[in-house]
């Protein structure tokens, strides 16, 4: 039997180049595919603290070459603490794009668990969450989505007893609750913590979004609604209905208002008020004063 042997001695330089280069490329193509499939934090990365890491470069990419973000606006967003008040229609698509943008901490407080109608429009969880607390639901989500940021999730009700203890860790609270008592709570923790707020509200086809700031001169909530309105005029999703896309809608604006909030990017919503009605496709904003006689931060 002939065996056809090859002498590298006497093929040309250009052949024995391609050999090389097809060679390396191929072990280049091993390691890649093998380090693509361990979990990103398998990977070591010899990132000195506080700096990014290639891999949160990559994802951030889009916000890093944005003028009005860049480097300094997305580091910002990654020291920055975020706590969602209520996982429900507007606490979902918020906790999506804060996480998704890079937040460094988000908590998230609610007692209640996933149930069939919320599927309708809680787009963060599915039917294999069904009967689980909404909070680690949304941690696991959450965690699924952005691997470089933390959750902290607070299975229990928000109270005059917890929350200034817990809004006093955070920089901003975004509040997504569905009924007065509670964003009144709400308000009053942030005013009484310095804290600024950022509120929105869903009923039917009509969303409205504030950032409440009163230390930096606007109103709190009470400012503009310091009683609870009589019975019927202010009925809850459950109660009324809501389209389910609304709450991704003004979730999303909340969302984008706590970003520029954070990074000082553009003009946010404080001392403003915006109204969408998706039925007719119309959005309107208007100002919203401070009340010298507001009993909560007047």
């Not at 951030?60 to 603490?81: D, F, M, P, T």
């Not at 599927?119 to 009967?131: A, I, S």
Request: charged residues 20%; contains cysteine.
């Amino acid at each position: 039997m002939n065996i056809f042997r090859i002498n590298a001695n006497h093929l040309p330089d250009e052949f024995v180049f391609v050999l090389l280069l097809v060679f390396g490329v191929g072990i280049y193509i091993y390691f890649l595919r093998k380090y693509r499939r361990v979990p990103v934090d398998q990977i070591p990365e010899e990132t000195p603290k506080g700096l990014m890491s290639d891999t949160e470069i990559e994802r951030y990419a889009r916000h890093l070459i944005l003028r009005e973000v860049g480097g300094a606006g997305q580091q910002k967003l990654r020291k920055s603490k975020v706590l969602v008040i209520g996982a429900g229609g507007l606490g979902s698509p918020v906790l999506q794009y804060l996480a998704a943008a890079g937040v460094g901490t988000l908590g998230v407080i609610d007692d209640d668990i996933v149930s069939l109608s919320n599927l309708q429009r809680q787009v963060l969880f599915d039917e294999d969450q069904l009967d689980m607390p909404k909070v680690f639901a949304a941690e696991a989500k959450l965690n699924a989505l952005n691997p470089h940021i933390t959750i902290r999730p607070y299975n229990r009700r928000l109270s005059q007893e917890n929350a200034q203890d817990l809004f006093a860790d955070y920089d901003l609270v975004m509040d997504g609750t569905d009924n007065y008592k509670t964003r009144s709570l709400v308000n009053a923790a942030c005013v009484a913590g310095v804290t600024p707020l950022i509120s929105g509200a869903i009923s039917q086809w009509e969303g409205q979004v504030s950032l409440f700031d009163p230390a930096n001169g606007t109103p709190c909530y009470a400012c503009i609604f310091p009683e609870e309105p009589a019975d019927g005029l202010a009925p809850s999703c459950a109660q009324a209905g809501v389209m389910g896309a609304l709450p991704g809608i003004i979730g999303s604006i909340m969302a984008a208002e706590a970003i520029k909030h954070i990074t000082g990017a553009g003009q946010t919503l404080a001392g403003e008020m915006l109204i969408f009605d998706a039925l007719y496709g119309e959005s309107r904003k208007i100002g919203v004063q401070k009340s010298a006689e507001c009993s909560v931060c007047g």
